[in-house]
């Protein structure tokens, strides 16, 4: 079964629909994102591979927000990230 990445691209002022880089306490890099409907939510228990693909979906956690796509972090280089 296939389905289609949405690109979010990199943005360092919480706009609707993109990501912002993030350290984790325990080192770990990881990224905020705000959905297309502008609620912002960390990545957590999610994987992001060296292009920026997320796995599993992303989902936003807001009550009555319907945002749940595959994403790709647009500018997400290794575990370094960006941001």
């Not at 690109?7 to 919480?14: A, F, T, W």
């Not at 591979?49 to 009550?63: I, K, Q």
């Amino acid at each position: 079964m296939s389905h289609l990445n949405v690109n979010i691209p990199y943005s360092d002022n919480y706009e609707p629909g993109t990501w912002r880089g993030l350290q984790m306490p325990d080192g770990q890099r990881s990224a905020l994102i705000t959905c297309s409907r502008g609620h912002t939510g960390i990545l957590i228990n999610h994987t992001i591979s060296d292009d920026g693909g997320v796995s599993p979906s992303v989902a936003c956690s807001e009550r009555g927000c319907d945002f749940h796509e595959w994403v790709t972090l647009e500018g997400w280089v290794g575990a370094e990230g960006k941001g």
